[in-house]
């Protein structure tokens, strides 16, 4: 049982696979991502990237981009522009636009990182301003002027970047590493969003490989293959602090670090990939009697993808929350499941 009261008062729902979208792909997709009106997928496939037309529950592939030397191992898509961005194990970024897909070229190259890149988050509401962060253990903030720059070098992890969290107003930044430290950074000024100060750091006992904002004051921790994912919030003073654990599926398997976390508010779920399953995690928030908020996380549904897919297993889910898109090391397949109330 969590340490989270849950309350069992909800409306039943699952992720439901659309057999007949099921796409074969050979090659790895360590990352993919929906555009946020479900009319646009991209997809890794080793070095390269598919674009797909998405309609009716289909992907439809147009385009096939070689893009990289090494493996594509991060992609998002702007909301408020044509553009996109991929990173990869060359350690480089490219910052490519959905208007020169039939040319295959970019905009520009980001350099800096030394290693791979494992996260890469656009500001929710200044979109010229961008994170990444690495297996050479830093945190760079990018700024878009007449060409992009690094703004700001966050170098106090000690060991890989593992997790990269932002939240939904982009006040908060939240980072997990396996140096077995997670970093909460607010702006410097509330101006803009280009320098970030260390408010807050916290010693863990096991590395986590996901890292997840879910409103100002709560965020969740997935150690790597544990059975229970770790649920922090504020105290009275504005510090985080453990407040309570949710019993997870996937705990003593095999994990990857890709595919991070993903919470949108639309539908309150958050999805949390650990060993060979996806956990499916409904969060709310309650006034109980004596007036003190009580946040409340509830699994609702598992996806195991079997001992075959050797954690080998990534993915996005549609800002509506309507879509969920995967792909795993077993059935070798791009899969579409659909949001299905019961």
Known sequence: MSDINIQQVRIPFSYEIIRESSIKQNEYSSAIAISKDNLLVLATSDKAIKVYQFRLGKLKQFQHLNMFRKDATAISLFEKSSLFITG????????????????AKYIQQLYGHTSWISNL??????????????????????????????????????????????????????????????????????????????????????????????????????????????????????????????????????????????????????????????????????IPVNNQNTSQFLLEQVIDFGSNSYGHIWGTLSQDQEYLITWDCDSQEIQIRKFQEQ
């Open 88 to 103: 990869s194990i060359d350690s480089t970024i490219r910052i490519s636009s959905t208007t020169l897909f039939s040319s």
């Open 121 to 286: 988050i656009i500001h929710p509401i200044d979109q010229d301003v961008l994170f990444s962060s690495s297996n050479d253990s830093q945190i760079r903030v990018w700024q878009k002027m007449q060409s992009w720059c690094c703004c700001q070098l966050i170098k106090e992890h000690k060991n890989d970047v593992k997790g990269l969290s932002i939240s939904k107003k982009g006040n908060q930044l939240l980072s997990c590493s396996e140096d077995l430290q997670i970093l909460i950074m607010e702006p410097v000024s509330s101006k803009n969003y280009l320098l970030w100060q260390i408010v807050q750091k916290i010693n863990v006992d096991y590395q986590g490989y996901r890292i997840c904002s879910i409103d100002d004051s709560i965020f969740t921790f997935q150690q790597d293959s544990q059975n229970q994912m770790q649920i922090y919030s504020k105290d009275e003073n504005g510090l985080y602090r453990k407040t309570g654990c949710l019993d997870v599926a996937g705990g003593g398997q095999s994990c990857d670090f890709l595919f991070p976390s993903i919470y949108h508010s639309s539908k309150q779920l958050l999805i949390v990939k650990n060993g060979y399953v996806i956990n499916i995690i409904r969060f709310c928030k309650e």
